[in-house]
């Protein structure tokens, strides 16, 4: 076992686990949270994205070990300082959640882009989510999301 010291969602954790663990399976099977999915496990698809150090980033290829002294948030974090208000509500109003499976990995992305760019374009929107599959077909109401979050930002 490897303890790995970060911060998960805002607090300070230690946390144990095998040398090889990936970060995907610390979050959803040693501490249960459930939201960051599992896709394609290739980092081609986007539903498992966490924001590490604010930045969208694949947690199903990345080694616990790789985030030791670095900043992990979640969707069940993203009531945390720092995090662009107003997304999860903004993809309620906007009917961004057909099936549910791509969200959290939106929610990520667009949360990453909002904090380097608090006012994106349509197009700015569409290239930063453009690595994230989502099955139902829903990316034009989720840029749609995007874009009223920042506008009520």
């Known amino acids: 076992m490897k ?26 099977d040693d501490l249960g949270l459930k939201a960051t999915r599992f896709g394609c496990g ?6 498992c994205h966490v924001l590490v150090d604010g930045r969208a980033q694949a947690a199903c290829d990345t080694p616990l070990w790789a985030v030791e002294g670095k900043s992990v948030v979640t969707v069940e974090g993203f009531d945390a300082p720092g995090i662009p208000p107003g997304l999860r509500e903004a993809f309620i109003a906007e009917q961004a959640l057909q ?12 949360a990453a882009l909002l904090l380097r760019n608090p006012k994106p374009t349509d197009a700015q929107v569409r290239e930063a989510l453009d690595g994230n599959l989502c099955r139902c077909g829903a990316h034009n109401r989720i840029v749609r999301a995007v874009l ?5 930002a």
Request: charged share 15%; aromatic share 2%; net charge positive.
């Open 42 to 47: 290739l980092n081609q698809c986007g539903a």
């Open 148 to 152: 009223r979050a920042a506008a009520s």
């Open 3 to 28: 303890v790995v010291r970060l911060t998960l969602n805002g607090v300070e954790r230690a946390l144990a686990a095998a040398p090889a663990a990936r970060l995907l399976d610390v979050l959803r």
């Open 99 to 110: 099936c549910g499976y791509c969200t959290s990995g939106m929610l990520v992305g667009a």
